[in-house]
């Protein structure tokens, strides 16, 4: 038989490559090998986008910083971030024949958020104290809501089933890490100081580690309460709550079992009826007894001399304890270089990105603790409301509080209006699970790396599919009603 053109193709393919990866090798040059990987990832991301972004978040969690194996000074997640800037580039390459994804999404009042709140960081990026870092910030913060909302919205929109699958994408692969982590931590005996970093090189530190599982949790216990579903499927999702919920304990992340508190109170609240202006009411009744009684609970909060422990009781009450503990110290020392530094330049701020490059001046000699750096290499800004508000002034924190705002209210309305049982269980999973970043990023920020980007995106392009859909269901239900009494002509 003798071969066709698309054999003599392959063949002379093969060939070539085959040639060139030797030549790689005789090189040394290794990373030749991943060439044919490469290719199929760009034909997905041309022709099968469900596929391509389906890849990219099932290697959110696996994801690896090339800066823990010291190979360069690029904090480069791999393989993720490339293929992040692959689909920004796809995204700018289809806006210019039309809309680059379904038009419905840019409809929806939290798109009009981000898009103005990546427009202002475009602009606070040129009067920048630094116009290179903030690029290079706002370049990473747009691959981010391009994947993991807009490509992902868009998906979503055109196969209902993606939703579900996307949360399963990346729990099964976390909970590799969790056992991973776990297993380490077992080898010195679950030492509170050895599980800081046993979760490396997939999460920096416990903190962001603790802050992805809370996210995880709600969602995880949705997809397992669901009824219909195979019998093996739900086995699985129960060894991955179970799993989830003891790297949680293990993490000794404080600030995310607090987060899961009020997500907690929060899905009580949703139970009982209370609608989501009705509770911020609430909260702001109680903020303002709290203020009024601020030097009495300073002076508590000065009396707790509690520090971390290995022991869980007390290391959740370390929480207030702001005599002594060094990470809470350290935090105050964060949060007023941040206020000081806004102060400094109110409308623009300081430039995205900048706030660790620029707050070693602002530090205030008695605030100050032992782990205290004036070189740039201690973190941020501890906070995604007062990160904001230092790097891009008033309008950066507006930004972040209106889109809390928002998907609060898209949160809640779900669950009211959402009549399948198991649909309504799952919206409300993704709003708690959103929420416990909300909560988080008081005294934490990680939006900069993927791991907490992927779901934190996710989540809110889930919520403005499932509110877009309720929408034309509710719209379409009241065009059938009018219909129906639409009196006939005789």
Known sequence: MRPNLTDKTAILGASL?????????????????????????????????????????????????????????????????PMLFIALVIFLLRSFS???????????????????????????????????VSLKFMISRAWFIVSFFFFLGHIMLNDSKYREKIVMMLVFPLCIVIIYTMIRHAGY???KHAGHWVMKPFFKDH????????????????????????????????????????????????????????????????????????????????LVGLFLSMDSIIIEMQRNKQDSSDNLTEHLESISNVSSDDSNL??????????????????????????????????????????????????????????PLAEQ?????????????????????????????????FAASIYLGLMTYFVHGIMNNYLDTDKASAPFWGFIAILVVLDIELKQHEQATRDNVNVLLKPTAK
């Open 98 to 132: 039309g809309w680059p994804v379904d038009k419905r999404l840019f409809k929806h009042p939290i798109t009009i958020i981000i898009s103005c709140m990546m427009l202002w960081m475009a602009i606070t990026t040129i009067t920048s104290y630094d116009p290179i």
């Open 189 to 191: 005996g679950f030492d």
């Open 17 to 81: 490559f085959s040639a060139l990866l030797g030549f790689a090798i005789y090189l040394d040059f290794l990373w030749f090998s991943l060439l044919p990987i490469g290719i199929l990832l760009a034909w997905w991301g041309i022709k099968r986008l469900d596929l391509f972004i389906g890849f990219i978040i099932l290697a959110v969690p696996l994801s690896l910083n090339l800066q823990e194996f010291g190979e360069t000074p690029l904090g480069l997640y791999m393989p993720t971030e």
């Open 393 to 425: 002034g008033v309008l950066g924190a507006v930004f972040i509080l209106l889109l809390l705002w928002y998907a609060s209210t898209v949160g809640f309305r779900l669950w009211f209006r959402i009549k399948d049982r198991d649909e309504r269980n």
């Open 207 to 286: 903190t962001s580690y603790g802050a992805v599982l809370a996210m995880m949790f709600p969602p995880a216990i949705a997809l397992f309460s669901k009824k219909k579903r195979p019998a093996l499927l739900r086995v699985m999702l129960a060894i991955a709550c179970f799993i989830i919920a003891t790297g949680l304990v293990l993490s000794f992340t404080r600030a995310a079992w607090v987060s899961l508190a009020v997500a907690g109170a929060l899905f009580f609240a949703m139970r009982l009826g209370v609608k989501w202006k009705t509770l911020v009411g609430i909260g702001a009744t109680v």
């Open 330 to 387: 350290e935090r105050l020392n964060r949060w007023s270089c941040a206020i000081s530094l806004f102060r400094e330049r109110p409308i623009t701020g300081w430039g995205p990105g900048t706030y660790q490059f620029v707050y070693a001046p602002f530090q205030r000699s008695d605030l100050k603790t032992v782990i205290s750096t004036n070189n740039a290499d201690g973190g941020n800004s501890h906070s995604e409301y007062l990160g």
